[in-house]
C-alpha cells in the first residue's frame, strides 16, 4: 500500500522537532499528507516528583505549560510543512490511545522512542512507542539517542522470520523497499534449521521489483534483539523493519522480548509492525 498519509505525534518534549524532520522528508519522498497530532498531556515527569497529589499538580502544569508552548510548536510545524498538505490537532489525554484511534487512517505513524538511558532522572508517563501493538499502519519508531533523521531506508535491514507479524512488517514497509538503494534480509536461525525462509523472501521481493540479499545469521543462544542491534549495525543499516510481538494482559501490553530489546536499544530508525 503507498503511504498517502502519515499519522505525525507531536508534544512539548524535546525530541518532537527530530519527528517533524522524518515527517517531512517521508511527507515529500511519497507525496503524502501529514496528519500532526499534538497531545499536551506530558510523556514523563520528574522522578522527584512524589504522591498521587503532587502528580496530578505536575501533570495539570505541565499540560497547561503544552497548551502554552503549542502555538509556539504550530508556527515550527507550519514552516517545516509549508510546502506540503497537513492538519494540526491538539488533544489530551493517553498518547497510545489517541495515536491508535487515528492511525486507523494513516499509512504510517511516526514516534520516538520512549525508553532510554539518558534520564533516568525521570518516570515514564507514556510509551507512544507501544503504538505498534495497538495500531493497524506501521510505526516509525525514532531513536532518541540519535536524534538526526537525514537518511531514512537507503540501507534496509529486514529482520525475516516466516510468521504473520513478520509478513505484515514486510508488506508495510514495500515502499521503503523499493526505494533503497540496498535491502539486506536477515535470517535468525538455530543449527540445524533446515529451511532458507530468506530466500523466498527474496524471490517474492524480487517480484515486487526489489533487489536484495540475504545474510544469514545462525543464532546459538543470546537475545534475538541483540542479535539484530548489532546486525543493523555491522550490515551499517539506517533503517530496521521488523515485527512487533506482544498481547495484552489485564489491558497492558505487554513486548515480546525481541521487540523489547529493540526499542531499549535501537541505534536507527525501526519499522514495525503488528
Known sequence: MPIKTILLHMSN???????LEAAVGLARRFSAF???LFVATPV???AAVTGRAASYAYIAEATAIAHEKAEQIEQEVRQALK??????????????????ARAVYADLAVVTQSHDDERGDRVMLQVPDRLPLTSPCPTLVLPYAKPSAAAIGRHVVVAWKNTREAGRA?????????????????????????????RDLMIWLERH????????????????????????????????????????????????GATRTVLAKLEVPVLMSH
Open 34 to 36: 501529514v496528519e500532526v
Open 83 to 100: 510546502d506540503c498538505s497537513y492538519s494540526w490537532t491538539i488533544e489530551e489525554g493517553d498518547h497510545v490511545e489517541l495515536l491508535a
Open 44 to 46: 514523563s515527569m520528574p
Open 13 to 19: 518534549d524535546d525530541r518532537h522537532s527530530q519527528r
Open 209 to 256: 521489483g526489489v533487489r536484495s540479499q540475504h545474510q544469514a545469521n545462525i543464532f546459538q543462544g543470546g537475545d534475538v534483539g541483540d542479535v539484530l542491534v548489532s546486525a543493523c549495525r555491522e550490515l551499517g543499516g539506517d533503517l530496521l523493519v521488523m515485527g512487533s510481538y506482544g498481547h495484552s494482559r489485564l489491558r497492558e501490553m505487554v513486548l515480546g
Open 170 to 198: 514486510v508488506r508495510n514497509a514495500l515502499p521503503f523497499l523499493k526505494e533503497a538503494e540496498r535491502v539486506t534480509v536477515v535470517t535468525i536461525d538455530p543449527p540445524g534449521h533446515a529451511l532458507d525462509s530468506g
